[in-house]
């Protein structure tokens, strides 16, 4: 079942919810190739695009905590590491895979893990800005 985006994930900022948006798009289409079993270079290709938008991703984020001058964008910065760091690793276990059959035991694990690591962040982080960005524009970056 794919992630869909709602108003309750929205931080106030833009920029930022359009990268959360982007990255829901991106998981949800590594969930569809994995349950459709499609080519492994292209799953691995998209899964690249995750990892390389995430990091895109962090770094506007942390830039923007810096203006507003957020007082928990060093513990933000830990979890991006971290989460960034559990991301590479997945894709290593990916790219060492054969073939998608092979994939298919670790699918659902996977896929939850994807889920539970953008939406955990979203919720039990980021909304935590949301106070912080409502003082300035939408827009602002």
């Given at each position: 079942m794919p992630i869909i985006w709602n108003k309750k994930l929205s931080v106030s900022n833009e920029l930022i919810d359009h990268d959360h948006q982007f990255l829901i798009n991106l998981i949800n289409t590594v969930e569809l190739l994995l349950l459709c079993k499609e080519n492994i270079s292209f799953l691995l290709e998209v899964f690249n695009q995750l990892h390389e938008y995430s990091v895109n991703h962090f770094r506007r984020e942390e830039s923007i905590q810096r203006k507003i001058e957020y007082n928990k964008s060093l513990q933000q910065k830990h979890s991006h590491t971290k989460l960034l760091n559990e991301l590479e690793t997945l894709k290593k276990d990916i790219s060492g895979e054969k073939?998608?059959?092979?994939?298919?035991?670790?699918?659902?694990?996977?896929?939850?893990?994807?889920?539970?690591?953008?939406?955990?962040?979203?919720?039990?982080?980021?909304?935590?800005?949301?106070?912080?960005?409502?003082?300035?524009?939408?827009?602002?970056?």
């Open positions: 073939s998608l059959e092979e994939l298919t035991e670790k699918a659902d694990n996977i896929i939850i893990f994807l889920r539970n690591w953008l939406i955990n962040h979203i919720i039990d982080e980021d909304l935590l800005m949301k106070p912080y960005l409502e003082k300035y524009p939408v827009a602002f970056s």
